[in-house]
């Protein structure tokens, strides 16, 4: 039991302490391009020191740590890449001279890099580490299963598909091929386009988490609708 309660607290630890680092590097220097950084890296950084530490070298604890590493560098190299592109974080626009909002921020990507991290393949991620290992936990080693419940709850319901939805909709909710596309395209599970495109919503939503909050602010076509411009038609 010990043991367990040692363990979660020193990976809790290390990732707080990791996540203030950065902040003082974004609230000093204004410079916001380490924020997904730091939540990738932080998973590499975590894995491997909780194996060093324990000292155990079990094959199972080699091979995960080994997996959450590659995916942690795999999830890094595409952020990067991201944050190259834009040039900026746009979710810093409003929080840079705002130390309070900036605090407030960091501090929930700390908590939520402690709970855990593209949607589904995360998803499968945790939850395959969590019953892999579930045959030797015992005692408080079984709060690990927050990580899991914790990240699905997140990706569906708050920080991951809610988000990017909301975010495509300011863009391209009045483009056609885009609404064809949120038509056709699975939020979450992967499936060919022909197949998901013929589904009844309800299906959507039961089997395939297409919940009804993703599309809540999503505009629907009226009358007055160009369906080859994807824009509305202005009234005389």
Avoid: H
């Avoid at 590659?70 to 592109?85: A, Y």
């Avoid at 407030?104 to 593209?118: N, P």
Wanted: with cysteine; hydrophobic share 55%; glycine share 6%.
């Amino acid at each position: 039991m010990i043991l367990g309660w040692f363990w979660f607290l020193v990976g809790g630890c290390g990732r707080l302490v990791y996540q203030l680092l950065f902040f003082v590097v974004t609230a000093l220097l204004k410079f916001d391009k380490v924020t997904d950084f730091a939540v990738s890296t932080n998973f590499i950084i975590i894995a491997v020191l909780t194996l060093v530490l324990k000292g155990t070298w079990y094959f199972r604890q080699v091979v995960l740590t080994v997996l959450v590493v590659v995916w942690g560098l795999r999830l890094n190299l595409f952020l990067l890449m991201r944050i190259l592109q834009w040039g900026e974080d746009r979710r810093f626009d409003e929080m840079r001279n705002n130390l309070g909002k900036l605090a407030v921020f960091w501090i929930i990507q700390a908590v939520w890099v402690w709970t855990v991290s593209l949607p589904v393949t995360v998803i499968i991620l945790w939850w395959g580490i969590f019953i892999s290992a579930s045959p030797v936990l015992s005692g408080a080693d079984w709060l690990v299963v927050f990580e899991p419940v914790f990240l699905t709850l997140l990706l569906l319901y708050v920080s991951g598909i809610p988000l990017l939805e909301a975010s495509a909709y300011k863009k391209f909710a009045n483009v056609a091929d885009y609404r064809a596309f949120k038509r056709t395209t699975s939020p979450l599970i992967p499936l060919p386009i022909t197949i998901y495109g013929s589904l009844p919503p309800w299906m959507k939503s039961i089997f395939l988490f297409e919940f009804p909050i993703y599309s809540r602010n999503f505009p629907k076509e009226g009358s007055n609708w160009n369906r080859r411009t994807g824009s509305k038609v202005p009234q005389d």
